[in-house]
């Protein structure tokens, strides 16, 4: 039978029905097929969500950390100052951003010390009571709005000894021979604690020379021509 025909003799509600069922249908397979996809991605921004959290936590955490560790760090420049000043602490106590200290030790250190210490703290009050030869210090700093700790820390670091630093090995100096405790540089005999370059000699071996100058210390090697 031809479907016009077919159609044709078909009521009105029929004819409706006919075009709404396979709308249905198609409505019916994509909210079926597309809802997990739907439910499949508030998983993934729930996770990417809690991934943030997560995150945001561990960094509240470091900035908690931090503010524990910067008062330990001036506190161990403070006894590294009075180290180097020779000082002798008696007391040392923090409350909040307060550090007070007490020291005690010979008058030119004592003030030396005082002005190492405003240079990496703000220094609220001090008080300087002199015994006999020695001087007694009470001193309370401020660490809220501390200066710059870097200073303080290059300046340990710079009294380090770093012997791989100050050793330096020349492949290229022009010694022809090492003869006993003679050796010839640029053409010309030195021996032990001689001058060579503004640096002394202070160690002749079979097969390199030690020069000293001031605090650096420089192994030149020894080589021919061959």
């Given at each position: 039978?031809?479907?016009?025909?077919?159609?044709?003799?078909?009521?009105?509600?029929?004819?409706?029905?006919?075009?709404i069922?396979?709308?249905?249908?198609?409505v019916?397979?994509?909210?079926?097929?597309?809802?997990?996809?739907?439910?499949?991605?508030n998983?993934?921004?729930?996770?990417i969500?809690?991934?943030?959290?997560?995150?945001?936590?561990?960094?509240?955490?470091?900035?908690d950390?931090?503010?524990?560790?910067?008062?330990?760090?001036?506190?161990?420049?403070?006894e590294?100052?009075?180290?180097?000043?020779k000082?002798?602490?008696?007391?040392?106590s923090?409350?909040?951003?307060?550090?007070?200290?007490?020291?005690?030790?010979?008058?030119?250190?004592?003030?030396?010390?005082?002005?190492?210490?405003?240079?990496?703290?703000?220094?609220m009050?001090?008080?300087?009571?002199?015994e006999?030869?020695?001087?007694?210090?009470?001193?309370v700093t401020?660490?809220?709005?501390?200066?710059?700790i870097?200073?303080?820390?290059?300046t340990?670091?710079?009294?380090?000894?770093?012997?791989?630093?100050?050793?330096?090995?020349?492949?290229?100096?022009?010694?022809?021979?090492?003869?006993?405790?003679?050796?010839?540089?640029?053409?010309?005999?030195?021996?032990?604690?001689?001058i060579?370059?503004?640096?002394?000699?202070?160690?002749?071996?079979?097969?390199?020379?030690?020069?000293k100058?001031?605090?650096?210390?420089?192994?030149?090697?020894?080589?021919?021509?061959e």
């Open positions: 039978m031809n479907f016009k025909i077919y159609f044709n003799n078909l009521s009105s509600l029929q004819q409706i029905q006919l075009y069922i396979p709308l249905m249908i198609v019916f397979v994509y909210i079926n097929y597309s809802s997990p996809k739907l439910v499949k991605n998983n993934t921004n729930l996770h969500n809690k991934e943030i959290t997560k995150y945001k936590n561990k960094l509240d955490s470091l900035k950390e931090n503010k524990q560790i910067e008062p330990l760090k001036i506190i161990s420049s403070y590294y100052l009075a180290n180097k000043f000082v002798n602490i008696l007391n040392l923090i409350s909040k951003h307060l550090i007070t200290i007490q020291y005690k030790s010979k008058h030119k250190n004592a003030i030396s010390y005082l002005n190492s210490l405003e240079k990496i703290s703000d220094i009050t001090f008080d300087i009571l002199s006999g030869k020695y001087t007694i210090v009470n001193v401020n660490i809220s709005n501390s200066k710059s870097n200073t303080i820390n290059q340990i670091n710079q009294n380090i000894y770093n012997p791989f630093k100050e050793k330096k090995i020349l492949q290229t100096i022009q010694a022809k021979a090492i003869i006993d405790s003679f050796v010839m540089l640029d053409g010309k005999w030195y021996q032990l604690n001689d060579y370059k503004k640096a002394k000699i202070i160690k002749i071996s079979k097969n390199y020379i030690t020069l100058s001031k605090n650096k210390t420089t192994i030149l090697k020894v080589f021919d021509d």
